[in-house]
């Protein structure tokens, strides 16, 4: 298994791979494959994709949304016919439909609801998939064996598989995760710019620190979660504005 | 020590002083009395304020917040001039005030940030304070006796006691846990309503569910909590509506 992105969930499902006796090629910048190298995360370093994928079965994408757009692209142009594609990516219709276009019937896309806060390989661990939902996303003209690969592999790491239409799981995603993350932002920039509030930040109780831990995670990845994402967000946050007038 | 209302918040308070070493008199309904009984976390049930208060230094308002403004006055009526009356409600601006009319020198407004979404004796456990902080609002005629030695229970519970001016407490608070409670539930409504993600709230990780933790809280309990402060709560409610649209 090539896994091309070792950060929070790339190197940790790099780790519990590894753990379960797959064969971990890891495809990253040198000093993060140094450290996936000694934590025994990946068994062997790619500097290349090209170099990734001369012994590898499957690619796992899990860098950044638009960076797993360009490696399709890049794995669809080198890659023999037998190899299968995944990606771990938080929204499933853009990376679906280019995979499409790209006539790539041994790619499912698939999302592991098993994000923290944290980000880069040191947060990493090989339990962090351990009892979460792992969607895949074939599409209808996806190849049966790559989906089931694609499922087991997700198994081994601990998860659950659960297949469901891209646009179903961007919607869902919007209400579960896309509109949470925006919230506990606002919540924590809200009580910050206040005066009074900022400067007793220090003596909020446990459920101000559990809505706005979100808040610490890293922008620039959101921003294109977000951004790829935008119809199902906006109406999401319509609904849930309508909620909190219903509350207020 | 006298706590009037053994719920989360009280029981607790009644668990963590027992343990201390004090005397602990409960008011509540009788089959709280009996459960609070069993659990040693008071030594004696009184089934009137006025006998509750017959052998007690101090008073602790720890029912809901309408019913501690009543007590209060009660308690005002009922009670030598050396009884100390604290509370631990969430709003401090309208008990304050009201100990105020009342002449009531040795009232000490309070409030522990150390709730849950759960309730009820129950819920209760001595170490619900542990390293949390506890507001004291005492106002400029309160008697300094009377703010040390609830100070005294505070840290002898566990807590940091730590004193600010009522109004700027009710502001804070609006920002670090009465917004956060309504978008808390305004987050889990909406998603519960989009047919899409209701189906799928199984599949939400554990971003989704910390911040929807606080939904499960009591809404008869919130409501009289966000009358209370509804002008710091709209003022937030905003402010965080601002933060929002930045964001997305």
Redesign the interface.
């Known amino acids: 298994v090539a896994i091309a992105g070792l950060g929070l969930v790339g190197g940790s499902l790099a780790r519990a791979l590894s753990a379960a006796g797959y064969r971990v090629i890891g495809l990253d910048q040198a000093p993060v494959l140094r450290q996936a190298r000694r934590a025994r995360a990946i068994a062997t370093a790619a500097t290349s994709l090209a170099a990734a994928l001369r012994e590898s079965d499957v690619l796992v994408l899990a860098a950044p949304p638009r960076a797993n757009l360009v490696m399709l692209r890049e794995a669809a142009r080198l890659s023999s016919p037998r190899l299968v594609i995944t990606d771990v990516g938080s929204v499933k219709t853009p990376i679906v439909q280019a995979a499409a276009r790209l006539r790539l019937r041994r790619f499912v896309g698939g999302h592991p ?5 944290r980000s880069g390989f040191a947060a990493s661990r090989a339990t962090l998939f351990a009892g ?2 792992w ?1 895949l996303t074939p599409a209808p003209s996806t190849a049966p064996a790559a989906t089931r690969l694609v499922a087991r592999l997700a198994r081994d790491a601990g998860a659950r598989p ?1 297949r ?1 239409r891209a646009a ?1 799981h961007d ?2 995603v ?4 896309h ?9 924590f ?3 910050r ?2 005066r ?2 900022a ?10 620190r ?2 706005t ?2 808040a610490r995670s890293p922008r620039g990845l959101w921003r294109q979660i ?1 951004a790829q994402n935008r119809r199902e ?2 109406r ?2 319509l ?6 007038r ?3």
Chains 1, 2 share one sequence.
């Open positions: 609801l098993a994000g923290t806060e979460r939902s969607v659960r469901l179903e919607r869902a919007a209400f579960l995760s509109v949470p993350q925006l919230v506990s932002w606002a919540l920039e809200a009580a710019r206040d009074t509030s400067r007793r930040l220090g003596m909020a109780g446990p459920g101000f559990d809505m831990r979100l977000l967000v906006s999401a946050l609904a849930f504005q309508r909620a909190l219903r509350k207020a």
